[in-house]
């Protein structure tokens, strides 16, 4: 195998792997390169001792688990098979690759310690920054879209076609415990919905009949309003085991610190936000609460999806509590969040009225039984007259393919009238076959890691279920390894979907936009001691996943000093990024020094849809100090990371959610600033900017940007700079 990648490399040296066709690159604020000599380094190799680093440039990777690797690289195969699929204009496959790609990464998501790795957050992020790229510039998507694609494309659909009477009320239905303002923007959802959507809605009508009647029934409990539950078809589509982009789960896409705070728990094993009873109970306290907190159903809303301090952020702003008159202050996603909630409550309360005439399913009947420890679901599914699909769709909170480990008394369901028969079936089931584990004795020179390579499972889990700290064992300990009867552990979700075509050559993007692809211009890179993918990437303003592509690096195998890297670069930074592969070992030290100093350990600032970050304290710091510099609120911060006071401790790591459209740090002191002064500011486009989202986020209108700038239509590139007067 190692012969291959060393051909592999040898090719991407020598012919360059088409790699012309697969240019890309970031923009990034911060220059590495600062206060650096361009001197050459007197730091090279002999011919003989390249080759021999080379030979052994691609090696295995460390830092990885086996089945971690695996996945991420099948990941990567089919978001490669999308943009391949993506230049021959095949719509259809192309997001289906995508969605494949998005499934084994969420699935991934539930590993432990996953987030911290920093492939699977790169390859997160370019898989779902070009679907959405994708997205804008397609008609429609296929009825197997998911519902966060499709919500994306009807944002960019309304904002495309925003004019200034969209806000003007046409109609107020007011049978509803909620009024139901009807305007433009409101009938540009339901157009939808009828129109290029009608397969999506038809479904989630059908999907209803097993959800609704559940939850109509905790949302009386909860003394909420009833027609609040098709809130649920704009949140997952209707579907429990939905993972949004931004790592909300379940039916109503609670992100974890939120969830647990309302009492949803999970792990590897179980995530309670899937469960559809107590993620229905905790969407209705949650919803509760905001509308106590706003006195307004449409500004609970609001908050529901962005949080409490955006929609304060957008009171201040707007000088108004009118959902309508805040809503250009609001995050570009949740400016049409509430419409969009009014077009399906609408719809669904009227379907046959707009042209949909669908039986929906029959509610979900069920019985609960209890169970302990680690049984196979096939098991249980045996014991209940029944086959998993059913157990697993009564039970979603079941991540892999058991109950819980370690658990006592669990509550399973069971399909209506089967529980004495499971009772009697499980009692006489032999206590070894319903412990789904595998013992393993540890033997002289194994690890962690290589008991885990063995078995197909990742070495967290081991640790994880063995209360294990570290990589090293006891010989002769004896561990339980968590496998099903069937054999090795993989992802079951889209891991078996097959990849490209054997034997097919690596997709090339021969067809980029212009845009991206003028002005472009191949360099290279040598790889010295202490460098990874991820510092490199820094470096020259790239994605790791792009890097990878570039060179054919596979996940799981890691660089070596010697090595050559083909990277892309923008022509008017050439000497910018030149200067990189020339400076002295000293600068090369200050660069990996500075590099692993950030304080923003996963920021992703050329990403156009809302992401996560992680933020480590430092000295001084408190939770307002923080949330001002992200745009947020102390509220927002404890709520994603669980906390439960202010309190928080130099070297802790907090996950900071950034919205699309949420100003830089700078922008948002220029707002303030100018707010006081009146004086004129300046502000330079960023990736996924539009005059619509700028003149939001600084309150102005367009043709007032227009004006300013002398600028006729609405194009704007990256990089311009545009004055704004407050």
Same mark, same amino acid.
């Not at 998501?109 to 510039?137: C, M, Q, R, T």
């Not at 486009?685 to 102005?700: C, E, P, Q, R, Y």
């Given at each position: 195998?190692?012969?291959?990648? #060393?051909?592999?490399?040898?090719?991407?040296?020598?012919?360059?792997?088409?790699?012309?066709?697969?240019?890309?690159?970031?923009?990034?604020?911060?220059?590495?390169?600062?206060?650096?000599?361009?001197? *050459?380094?007197?730091?090279?190799?002999?011919?003989?001792?390249?080759?021999?680093?080379?030979?052994?440039?691609?090696?295995?990777?460390?830092?990885?688990?086996?089945?971690?690797?695996?996945?991420?690289?099948?990941?990567?195969?089919?978001?490669?098979?999308?943009?391949?699929?993506?230049?021959?204009?095949?719509?259809?496959?192309?997001?289906?690759?995508?969605?494949?790609?998005?499934?084994?990464?969420?699935?991934?998501?539930?590993?432990?310690?996953?987030?911290?790795?920093?492939?699977? $957050?790169?390859?997160?992020?370019?898989?779902?920054?070009?679907?959405?790229?994708? !997205?804008?510039?397609?008609?429609?998507?296929?009825?197997?879209?998911?519902?966060?694609?499709?919500?994306?494309?009807?944002?960019?659909? $309304?904002?495309?076609?925003?004019?200034?009477?969209?806000?003007?009320?046409?109609?107020?239905?007011?049978?509803?415990?909620? *009024? &139901?303002?009807?305007?433009?923007?409101?009938?540009?959802?339901?157009?939808?919905?009828?129109?290029?959507?009608?397969?999506?809605?038809?479904?989630?009508?059908?999907?209803?009949?097993?959800?609704?009647?559940?939850?109509?029934?905790?949302?009386?409990?909860?003394?909420? *309003?009833?027609?609040?539950?098709?809130?649920?078809?704009?949140?997952?589509?209707?579907?429990?085991?939905?993972?949004?982009?931004?790592?909300?789960?379940?039916?109503?896409?609670?992100?974890?610190?939120?969830?647990?705070?309302?009492?949803?728990?999970?792990?590897?094993?179980?995530?309670?936000?899937?469960?559809?009873?107590?993620?229905?109970?905790?969407?209705?306290?949650?919803?509760?609460?905001?509308?106590?907190?706003?006195?307004?159903?449409?500004?609970?809303? %609001?908050?529901?999806?962005?949080?409490?301090?955006?929609?304060?952020?957008?009171?201040?702003?707007?000088?108004?509590? $009118?959902?309508?008159?805040?809503?250009?202050? &609001?995050?570009?996603?949740?400016?049409?969040?509430? *419409?969009?909630?009014?077009?399906?409550?609408?719809?669904?309360?009227?379907?046959?009225? #707009?042209?949909?005439?669908?039986?929906?399913?029959?509610?979900?009947?069920?019985?609960?039984?209890?169970?302990?420890?680690?049984?196979? &679901?096939?098991?249980? %599914?045996?014991?209940?007259?029944?086959?998993?699909?059913?157990?697993?769709?009564?039970?979603?909170?079941?991540?892999?393919?058991?109950?819980?480990?370690?658990?006592?008394?669990?509550?399973?369901?069971?399909?209506?009238?089967?529980?004495?028969?499971?009772?009697?079936?499980?009692?006489?089931?032999?206590?070894?076959?319903?412990?789904?584990?595998?013992?393993?004795?540890?033997?002289?020179?194994?690890?962690?890691?290589?008991?885990?390579? #063995?078995?197909?499972?990742?070495? /967290?889990?081991?640790?994880?279920?063995?209360?294990?700290?570290?990589?090293?064992?006891?010989?002769?300990?004896? !561990?339980?390894?968590?496998?099903?009867?069937?054999?090795?552990?993989?992802?079951?979700?889209?891991?078996?979907?097959?990849?490209?075509?054997?034997?097919?050559?690596?997709?090339?993007?021969?067809?980029?936009?212009?845009?991206?692809?003028?002005?472009?211009?191949?360099?290279?890179?040598?790889?010295?001691?202490?460098?990874?993918?991820?510092?490199?990437?820094?470096?020259?303003?790239?994605?790791?996943?792009?890097?990878?592509?570039?060179?054919?690096?596979?996940?799981?195998?890691?660089?070596?000093?010697?090595?050559?890297?083909?990277?892309?670069?923008?022509?008017?930074?050439?000497?910018?990024?030149?200067?990189?592969?020339?400076?002295?070992?000293?600068?090369?030290?200050?660069?990996?020094?500075?590099?692993? /100093?950030?304080?923003?350990?996963?920021?992703?600032?050329?990403?156009?849809? /809302?992401?996560?970050?992680? #933020?480590?304290?430092?000295?001084? $710091?408190?939770?307002?100090? !923080?949330?001002?510099?992200?745009?947020?609120?102390?509220?927002?911060?404890?709520?994603?990371?669980?906390?439960?006071?202010?309190?928080?401790?130099?070297?802790?790591?907090?996950?900071? &959610?950034?919205?699309?459209?949420?100003?830089?740090?700078? %922008?948002?002191?220029?707002?303030?600033?100018?707010?006081?002064?009146?004086?004129?500011?300046?502000?330079?486009?960023?990736?996924?900017?539009?005059?619509?989202?700028?003149?939001?986020?600084?309150?102005?209108?367009?043709?007032?940007?227009?004006?300013?700038?002398?600028?006729?239509?609405?194009?704007?590139?990256?990089?311009?700079?545009?004055?704004?007067?407050?």
């Amino acid at each position: 195998m190692k012969h291959f990648y #060393y051909v592999v490399l040898l090719l991407a040296l020598f012919i360059g792997c088409s790699s012309e066709k697969l240019t890309r690159s970031t923009s990034q604020a911060n220059n590495p390169l600062a206060g650096l000599s361009t001197a *050459p380094t007197t730091d090279t190799l002999s011919r003989a001792e390249m080759e021999v680093a080379l030979k052994d440039s691609l090696v295995p990777d460390s830092n990885y688990d086996v089945v971690t690797a695996q996945l991420l690289e099948r990941a990567h195969q089919h978001y490669l098979s999308a943009l391949e699929a993506e230049q021959q204009n095949d719509s259809v496959h192309s997001a289906t690759e995508f969605e494949y790609a998005i499934a084994i990464l969420n699935e991934l998501g539930y590993y432990p310690n996953i987030e911290s790795n920093s492939d699977f $957050d790169d390859l997160s992020h370019s898989v779902i920054e070009d679907y959405e790229k994708y !997205i804008a510039v397609i008609d429609s998507l296929s009825p197997n879209t998911s519902i966060f694609a499709l919500r994306k494309k009807l944002n960019q659909i $309304d904002e495309a076609n925003e004019t200034g009477d969209q806000d003007q009320t046409k109609k107020v239905i007011t049978t509803t415990s909620i *009024p &139901l303002v009807i305007n433009g923007h409101v009938e540009q959802n339901i157009n939808f919905f009828r129109g290029r959507g009608h397969a999506h809605f038809e479904h989630w009508l059908y999907v209803s009949g097993k959800y609704f009647p559940i939850m109509r029934k905790v949302f009386g409990e909860e003394g909420i *309003p009833e027609e609040l539950v098709s809130l649920s078809m704009i949140e997952s589509g209707l579907n429990p085991v939905a993972r949004s982009w931004a790592r909300a789960v379940g039916l109503w896409q609670f992100v974890k610190g939120t969830g647990q705070m309302y009492g949803l728990q999970g792990n590897f094993w179980y995530d309670e936000r899937r469960d559809f009873e107590k993620a229905t109970h905790a969407a209705a306290r949650h919803l509760k609460d905001l509308h106590a907190e706003f006195d307004d159903w449409y500004l609970a809303l %609001a908050a529901y999806n962005s949080g409490a301090g955006r929609v304060y952020s957008a009171i201040r702003r707007s000088k108004s509590r $009118d959902f309508w008159k805040m809503r250009p202050f &609001l995050p570009r996603e949740t400016r049409n969040y509430v *419409p969009q909630f009014i077009a399906v409550a609408v719809l669904t309360m009227s379907p046959k009225e #707009y042209g949909f005439d669908v039986t929906p399913a029959d509610s979900l009947k069920y019985e609960t039984v209890t169970v302990n420890d680690c049984v196979d &679901l096939s098991v249980l %599914a045996k014991c209940a007259d029944t086959d998993v699909g059913t157990l697993r769709e009564l039970n979603p909170e079941l991540v892999q393919w058991c109950t819980p480990p370690g658990t006592k008394d669990y509550t399973l369901r069971v399909p209506e009238g089967s529980s004495t028969t499971f009772a009697e079936k499980y009692t006489g089931i032999p206590d070894d076959q319903k412990r789904d584990w595998f013992q393993h004795k540890v033997k002289r020179r194994e690890s962690l890691s290589s008991i885990a390579k #063995y078995y197909g499972v990742t070495t /967290s889990v081991i640790a994880e279920v063995n209360h294990l700290k570290g990589n090293r064992l006891q010989v002769g300990k004896t !561990i339980v390894i968590p496998i099903p009867s069937i054999g090795k552990h993989t992802i079951a979700v889209a891991a078996d979907q097959p990849t490209r075509r054997k034997g097919s050559r690596s997709p090339q993007r021969a067809k980029i936009a212009a845009e991206e692809m003028k002005d472009k211009v191949k360099m290279t890179y040598r790889i010295r001691k202490g460098d990874t993918l991820g510092k490199i990437a820094d470096w020259y303003d790239a994605r790791i996943s792009d890097l990878r592509m570039w060179n054919e690096i596979p996940y799981g195998r890691s660089i070596r000093a010697g090595n050559t890297l083909t990277i892309w670069v923008s022509i008017g930074q050439i000497d910018k990024y030149a200067a990189i592969d020339h400076i002295s070992d000293e600068q090369h030290a200050k660069l990996l020094v500075a590099n692993a /100093s950030d304080e923003d350990m996963q920021s992703k600032p050329g990403h156009t849809t /809302s992401y996560w970050t992680k #933020y480590r304290v430092k000295r001084g $710091d408190n939770l307002g100090k !923080i949330a001002s510099r992200y745009g947020t609120t102390s509220d927002d911060i404890r709520k994603w990371n669980a906390l439960q006071s202010d309190n928080v401790m130099k070297g802790q790591t907090l996950d900071i &959610l950034i919205e699309d459209n949420t100003p830089a740090r700078g %922008a948002t002191l220029a707002v303030r600033d100018s707010a006081k002064s009146g004086k004129t500011i300046s502000y330079k486009v960023k990736k996924g900017d539009t005059l619509h989202s700028i003149a939001s986020t600084f309150g102005v209108s367009i043709r007032q940007l227009q004006s300013w700038n002398n600028i006729r239509g609405t194009r704007i590139h990256i990089g311009q700079e545009l004055v704004i007067n407050s």
